[in-house]
């Protein structure tokens, strides 16, 4: 026989599986959602990759007509829907070949990006954690101003620095040269900031048992302070990597002659005679920073998340 019991209990048990599909089905509905939302972002990317591998004709034949002018060099109206394709009609590689062994032009300002970008993002976390230790270790009003002045300075956007840094680099001689990149990119405050903030999460108790054992400053910051930053150093690296990998600002103004350029600068104007190409030079031009995330994105993580040698 039920008891008024039995029946409550079979009661809470179907609300409980009620309660847990409704769950489920959100938690569904999110997903689906969110990998809409992917597959629109990852987009642009996938249709750059599989276009890089189409023939030439493929490539004017589906998007020709944006790229056309008419007699006067003016843009022509597009009477004919562009068709996006995703998969090429058949795989070629002649873009890139043109690319890579045909064209020394594209070669040349790739590697010229690294030439830029590359002691940038070095010499800019070894100065940021040099700073950073002496703000985490030093107390005082000088500190605090300081400190305040490179928030400030990295609240800025670039745009209202390059003026200033320009008129920087003329007095200094080095503009039309790599300097004029390099300097203010070098001791740019984002990292010190970034980077500072993390060693105040390093617990005082390693800093106080450290200099009972003995240990000088250097000795803190070598064997605590540097190692425990690591991740906080290699996440500021990637995204101080892929900030001036796409820099055009800088070059634009820094440079005079448009041969120095960088291949940030250089994408926009592929297009201009060379369709195909475009599509190639840019699916090389972000393989270097997608392969950098992907490597760097459990460091980009443990960077966030560290906290003083206790994760959490």
Do not use: H
């Amino acid at each position: 026989m039920t008891t008024k019991a039995d029946k409550y209990i079979k009661k809470a048990r179907k609300l409980r599986r009620l309660k847990r599909g409704k769950e489920k089905l959100k938690i569904a509905i999110i997903t689906l959602l969110l990998a809409f939302v992917a597959c629109i972002f990852l987009s642009p990317i996938v249709l750059t990759m599989t276009n890089s591998l189409m023939s030439q004709s493929e490539i004017k034949a589906n998007y020709g007509q944006v790229f056309s002018t008419d007699a006067n060099g003016g843009k022509t109206y597009i009477s004919k829907q562009v068709e996006l394709k995703f998969i090429p009609d058949m795989v070629s590689v002649s873009q890139y070949y043109t690319v890579l062994f045909k064209s020394a032009d594209y070669l040349y300002k790739f590697w010229k990006s690294v030439i830029l970008v590359v002691p940038i993002v070095i010499f800019q976390i070894l100065v940021a954690v040099a700073a950073s230790y002496g703000f985490y270790r030093f107390s005082g009003k000088l500190k605090t101003i300081i400190f305040f002045t490179y928030i400030i300075l990295m609240l800025m956007p670039y745009q209202v620095t390059l003026v200033p840094n320009y008129l920087v680099a003329k007095g200094l001689g080095i503009i039309d040269t790599n300097w004029a990149i390099w300097l203010p990119g070098i001791f740019s405050p984002f990292s010190v900031y970034l980077i500072t903030k993390y060693m105040k999460r390093i617990p005082v108790s390693l800093i106080e048992a450290a200099e009972i054992d003995g240990c000088n400053d250097y000795q803190v910051f070598s064997k605590i302070c540097f190692p425990l930053s690591k991740g906080c150093m290699i996440s500021c690296g990637i995204l101080v990597f892929i900030d001036y990998w796409n820099m055009v600002e800088q070059p634009v103004i820094m440079y005079k002659d448009e041969a120095d350029y960088p291949l940030s600068v250089f994408l926009s104007k592929i297009n201009e005679g060379e369709i195909g190409l475009a599509f190639a030079v840019a699916t090389i031009y972000m393989f270097l920073p997608l392969l950098i995330f992907l490597y760097g994105e459990d460091y980009l993580v443990e960077g966030i998340s560290y906290q003083g040698g206790v994760k959490g």
